[in-house]
């Protein structure tokens, strides 16, 4: 097992060794979870477009794609520039962003880019480069990729999208690593432009944000296998996985891997996305913090965005769901087959809170919970990685009376392809409250300030 108090400064020498030591603190950050609303006002009208400085003074209206100009010389709205780098093809980017996706069955319609950006009150505008184009598209020396540049110099905000982000780092960074024309002309205005570029991104588009993201894999499978993720070249992007095994292996399709990315987050700092809504990353986060040496974890779930303010070193809440936050500052490793680790503290907070990255602090309008607790009993889940399972037990945790939930995560068990041993282990989340655990509520809504963790 890796000694993590020894890696963090390694990982940091390293860094600047390479040439990517992490930028100096320069503007803003919106980190999307995925799966948004298209109506999400508080997202993209309070959380993004508020934060370009350039908010318009009216208020768009939701049902209207004409809500701003499209002349960038005279627009009053917000400038965004859309990278849909994290799809297929440059045809599919520019269908994504053209086109919207109509209603069926219960499905509504889904806003294509350039509509979803006009409904919220932005003047958007498409940045061409893709992973079937981009050693044109993606050059300073090209009139594409001059093209492209001319955009990012010009733009309030810029928004990765969604899908494979692998595909935005085979797009943006040169085999090596390095910057592209494109992502040196974008990191040239975050260093340089006093806070007035905003850049954002949506599910892989957020991982993209990284030093360095980590991709594939389950929560159980990180653990299992000892949060031991292996590294993959720019040029391996096809295959962002744990391919020690092959493409076939169970170790490939539970476990993850590690890849360069854009590095515009904060280095003590790891996002993850799609947190808690969809499955439990609780246990995928704090493994591949283990492996990346890195101190902090932000999870942000679906239809939630969280604006990172890296000269305040603030991360705010916005949109309908929740923030996990995992400090790993007293965490202590322990011996086994698998990765079991104790004392991490986890926070979750809820539109409208904030949490200061420097100092630790949790700043929650909600009334505190004192000692009049809801609940009279302990809530155990038999399921810890199942959708909303971790949410629930931390929130449970400071508002009953017993102070300890234990969360149970059982043998994943597949119906088809590669199957776990049968002596694979059951794991298990331990959940304190102690006297450095808080709890805030009202109108539905927790946050939950340094719960203890312990993975056993």
């Not at 309908?320 to 087959?337: E, F, M």
């Not at 809170?353 to 630790?360: L, R, V």
């Amino acid at each position: 097992m890796k000694n993590v108090v020894a890696k963090l400064p390694l990982f940091a020498l390293c860094m600047t060794l390479a040439g990517l030591a992490p930028p100096a603190a320069a503007g803003k950050l919106l980190l999307s979870g995925g799966a948004y609303s298209d109506t999400n006002t508080d997202l993209f009208v309070n959380g993004l477009r508020k934060a370009t400085g350039r908010d318009a003074s009216f208020t768009p209206n939701i049902n209207s794609t004409s809500n701003c100009g499209t002349n960038w010389a005279t627009t009053a709205c917000p400038r965004i520039a859309v990278i849909t780098a994290a799809k297929d093809s440059y045809a599919t980017g520019l269908d994504a962003f053209n086109n919207d996706i109509p209603a069926s069955g219960s499905s509504p319609l889904k806003r294509g880019y350039y509509n979803l950006f006009q409904t919220h009150g932005f003047a958007p505008k498409f940045i061409t480069a893709h992973v079937d184009n981009y050693g044109v598209h993606s050059s300073a020396g090209t009139t594409q990729g001059q093209a492209n540049i001319a955009i990012i110099n010009q733009a309030d905000a810029v928004w990765f999208v969604g899908g494979d982000q692998a595909k935005i780092i085979r797009t943006l960074l040169t085999d090596s690593g390095a910057d592209s024309g494109l992502a040196a002309a974008l990191r040239s205005r975050w260093n340089n432009g006093s806070g007035s570029l905003v850049i954002a991104g949506d599910s892989a588009g957020n991982h993209a944000l990284n030093v360095k993201m980590h991709a594939a894999g389950v929560s159980y499978g990180y653990l299992y296998y000892g949060a031991d993720l292996p590294d993959t070249a720019v040029t391996g992007y096809a295959t962002l996985g744990d391919t020690r095994d092959g493409t076939s292996a169970l170790r490939y399709l539970e476990n993850g891997a590690t890849m360069t990315a854009l590095g515009f987050l904060p280095a003590g700092i790891l996002s993850d996305t799609h947190f808690d809504t969809r499955s439990g990353r609780l246990g995928r986060l704090a493994a591949a913090l283990r492996d990346l040496g890195v101190a902090q974890g932000f999870g942000v779930d679906e239809d939630t965005g969280v604006l990172v303010d890296t000269s305040a070193q603030t991360a705010t809440v916005y949109g309908t769901n929740k923030l996990l936050i995992v400090d790993t500052a007293s965490a202590s490793v322990q011996t086994g087959t698998y990765y079991k680790v104790n004392g991490l503290r986890v926070s979750l907070l809820t539109p409208g809170d904030k949490y200061n990255y420097s100092s630790k602090v949790v700043t929650s309008s909600k009334s505190a919970i004192g000692t009049a607790y809801y609940y009279s009993s302990a809530y155990d889940s038999a399921d810890i990685f199942a959708a909303l399972e971790t949410s629930k037990s931390l929130t449970r945790t400071v508002d009953q009376t017993p102070t300890v939930n234990i969360g149970t995560a059982p043998v994943p068990a597949y119906t088809s392809g590669p199957t776990y041993p049968s002596g694979a282990p059951t794991i298990r989340l331990r959940f304190t409250r102690d006297a450095t655990s808080k709890g805030y509520y009202a109108s539905g809504k927790y946050t939950v300030d340094k719960v203890k963790v312990d993975i056993y």
